[in-house]
């Protein structure tokens, strides 16, 4: 139990196999290379979960496991299949299909696709010891393009990776294609991912150069029977770096004839090629407006080059200007909001989750709701570059579904992010959600065990939005730990936890980006001289002798407009605004009375507090399942707790040193003092934590 096989173990369920089919059925003489990968992973696990695979049929009877899709039907012109054409491309349906001799159980997809995907479902209900008998499921994804993005450079090195090194071995491709890149696709067909970014959004035009093409053509090609398609990350300049063109401009008719050429190159290679990412004019990237244009004609100019082939362009809003604005966070809402309707049908705009930059907790982006006429994609970080990164345990399935229902009132009460991305309110045709990957080259794939999850509840919730954070967490837990009820509790139960034990022992109460510079590992809530103020954790928190926060009130940066009321109106007053985000919205005075009657001194030493006892509940949680989980990962997840425990407590004490430093204040009665004094907590360096120099 190393971890390698993710969900997929398919081992028998604590409860038993609930059905097995006595054959499998499929209707196809010639069946597609999906309907084959499907066929194989059937017998994989049915192997695997009861010794033997299943042998083929040739027509449906009692018992049997029927596969039809609308492009492979041939066997089943006869039979009353129920009608999948209005569940779109991807959707599927598992019923029960009356036969001559008895009921057998049909998955029916309108694709391909469609049916791989109601494969998947069967086998996952199957594991977890359901019996398929008799169900009636009507399955289809909210969003079209659910896609991961990786962070990884050519050289292998993975921006904000965690896992070990990228994936791709670019040096030994097209030639050598490693088992991994299978298993990787099988594991997210599993779960709904349809597409993938092979490359860092800080993009290396080399990838635009032939030999590169054909090693992402390899790719593609391991990709494509699990219905996933490549996207890659094109580098504004690329035109000037790769062939010697005086300017990047996008109304440049030169720049505008090599991407024309360029995309022409990528799909003679490559006829199902997804698209361009794209970070242009943020953080140093080149991109448009060093040319004096919008983000819309830079993105436009790709979507044209694009269009004749089906491509789409997803150009990042993660952006902040050369100049230092007065509130970061207001930054795409103002460059963006202008451009609404301004963008081509296949250009969607792709926007993180919150207004900063993924961190344990920020209010949703106003850029959601505010394009009426722009298709947005939401990013995600499934990788934690903010939560400890792989040896913290922080389910995020629970962050991504706050954003996700969190109200935007923008069509009224109910505008739900999720129904802003799905396009349920806006009708805009083009729907995606993006998640930044933690996968790499470690053996579980992800760095930690745990981290498996997020992988995998990003693919559950891109599939639906409105899925449930903790029913995900169940499935996973069951899948991966394959354990009784009680031990998968167990396991739940710490996951809903775990989230908000890392907010509270790192930023709670609306603090936020407190992180040591660069890395991002550990506390440095004192850092207040980077090149740009906006880089320091105390342009975040503000804090003085008499008051800590960022007020983002009419009476301060009036962030707060961005969003629409009443949100604004309740975020605007203090007594009205969640305790979750009170210091992100306000500046409030230390001794301020909070709603539980305490000071907000008090409050923040109970946070802090709290954060590092849940991380001591988690241990304890986690030791009950002595005997119940396998040895390996008891010990491996034991270890990684440890790390966490002490790296929380950590947290709270060099924050509170230096918060007291800040306010004079002491600790409230009977509050454990730091372990050591601030001096030691600031002559912590870290040069080679992950992460430093990116
Ligand atoms: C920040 C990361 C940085 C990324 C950037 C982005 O620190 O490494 O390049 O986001 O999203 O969170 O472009």
Known sequence: EDGYRLWLRYTAPASGVAFTPSNIVTGCDDPSPTIRKSLDELDIAFESLTGSKLPRGEAPGQGALVLASAACNDGFAQTDRPDVSGLGQDGYTISTLATGDGDAVLIAGQSDAGLMYGVFDLLMRTSRGEDVRGLSVEEAPSVDLRLLNHWDNLDRHVERGYAGQSIWNWHLLPDFLDRRYEDYARANASIGINGVSLTNVNADATVLTPPYLEKVAALADVFRPYGIKVYLTARFSAPMELDGLPTADPVNEDVQEWWQAKADEIYARIPDFGGFLVKANSEGQPGP????RSHAEGANMLADALEPHGGVVMWRAFVYSAEEPEDRVK???????????AFRDNVIVQVKNGPLDFQPREPFHPLFGAMEDTPLALELQVTKEYLGFSTH??????????????????????????????????GEPLTAIAGVSNIGSDRNWTGSHFDQANWYAFGRLAWNPEASAERIARDWAALTFSTGPEARDVIVDMMMASREAVVNYMTPLGLTHLMGTGHH???????????????????YHRATKDAIG????????????????????????????????????HRVPWDHEMKSGRTLWEALVDHYDRGVSQVGELKVHWQSLEGAIDRERLREVSAYLDIQAKEARWWRDASLAYWMSV???????GTEPPAHDLGYYKALEFPNAPGQGE
């Open 550 to 585: 960022f007020d983002r009130t009419q009476t301060g940066s009036n962030a707060i407009a961005q969003y629409a009321e009443p949100l604004r109106e309740n975020w605007s007053d203090i007594a009205t605004t969640p305790d979750e985000l009170l210091l992100w919205f």
């Open 663 to 669: 306010n004079g204040l002491d600790l409230p009665a």
């Open 331 to 341: 930054q795409a809402y103002t460059e963006f909001k202008p451009l609404d309707g």
């Open 393 to 426: 345990l922080a389910y995020l399935g629970t962050l991504w579904e706050e954003v996700l229902s969190a109200d935007t009132y923008v069509y009224g009460q109910g505008s739900t992010v999720a129904k802003v991305v799905d396009g349920a309110l806006t």
């Open 521 to 539: 590992y550990g506390p440095a809530p004192w850092v207040d001289d980077l090149g740009r103020a906006d880089w320091t954790p105390y342009y």
């Open 289 to 292: 407006q060093d040319y004096g």
